[in-house]
T-cell receptor, first 112, second 112 residues
C-alpha cells in the first residue's frame, strides 16, 4: 500500500483557517485520498475524500496537487471542536478489496 | 439515526474469562470490521467481514474470534483474554470495503 506522511502536530487559533498537509509521493493512478479525524474519546469519523479534483463538503475542503503527490485538508474556520487527530489515508479503487489503514496522523491543537 | 453501536463501552475482566463485545449497525452495510487502538501503535485492524458468513483476518487477529450470522451484527469474541489485549476497541461498518466507514464509540477493555 502507498504510504502517506503527515506532520505529527499542528496548532491553530480559533476562527482561523487551518491547512493540514499530506505527502503521498508513491500514490498510484487509482488511489483515492481519504481523510478521517478522531476527536478525543471518540471513534474516527470520515471527513472527505477525492481522486484528482479539489473537493468541498460541509466539514472541509480537500486540495489535491496537480501531480497528486500531495494534498491539503483545509478547515476554513477552526473551532475548538475541530481539535482532533487527522488521518490522511490512500485507498485503492474502484474495484477490489481496500483496507482502511491508519497511520499516526496529525494532532491538531486549537487555541481560543 | 445512522449509527454503529458497541456494547459494553467499558469492561474490566480477569485473565481467561471469555467475553464478547457486541457491534450492531442500522445502515444495512455489507462490510464490517474491528480495530484496536493502542498508544504508539495507532489503529490496527483485527478482523473484517465482507458479508454474512464471510470473515477474514486483519493485521492482528491472534486471540480473537468473530462471527457474522446476520448482516447487522458483528461480535468480537475473546475466548481467553490476556492482559496484552487490554486496549480500546472500535467497530466499523461501510457499504463496501472502499466506501466511507462509520465507527462506533469504542469499548475500553481492561484485562487484569
Amino acid at each position: 500500500d502507498a504510504k502517506t506522511t503527515q506532520p505529527n502536530s499542528m496548532e491553530s487559533n480559533e476562527e482561523e483557517p487551518v491547512h493540514l498537509p499530506c505527502n503521498h509521493s508513491t500514490i498510484s493512478g487509482t488511489d483515492y485520498i481519504h481523510w478521517y479525524r478522531q476527536l478525543p474519546s471518540q471513534g474516527p469519523e470520515y471527513v472527505i475524500h477525492g481522486l484528482t479534483s479539489n473537493v468541498n463538503n460541509r466539514m472541509a475542503s480537500l486540495a489535491i496537487a496537480e501531480d497528486r503527490k500531495s494534498s491539503t485538508l483545509i478547515l476554513h474556520r477552526a473551532t475548538l471542536r475541530d481539535a482532533a487527530v487527522y488521518y490522511c489515508i490512500l485507498r485503492v479503487g474502484p474495484s477490489g478489496y481496500s483496507t482502511l489503514t491508519f497511520g499516526k496522523g496529525t494532532m491538531l491543537l486549537v487555541s481560543p | 439515526e445512522a449509527q454503529v453501536t458497541q456494547n459494553p463501552r467499558y469492561l474490566i475482566t480477569v485473565t481467561g474469562k471469555k467475553l464478547t463485545v457486541t457491534c450492531s449497525q442500522n445502515m444495512n452495510h455489507e462490510y464490517m470490521s474491528w480495530y484496536r487502538q493502542d498508544p504508539g501503535l495507532g489503529l490496527r485492524q483485527i478482523y473484517y467481514s465482507m458479508n454474512v458468513e464471510v470473515t477474514d483476518k486483519g493485521d492482528v487477529p491472534e486471540g480473537y474470534k468473530v462471527s457474522r450470522k446476520e448482516k447487522r451484527n458483528f461480535p468480537l469474541i475473546l475466548e481467553s483474554p490476556s492482559p496484552n489485549q487490554t486496549s480500546l476497541y472500535f467497530c466499523a461498518s461501510s457499504l463496501s470495503s472502499r466506501a466511507q466507514a462509520f465507527f462506533g464509540q469504542g469499548t475500553r477493555l481492561t484485562v487484569v
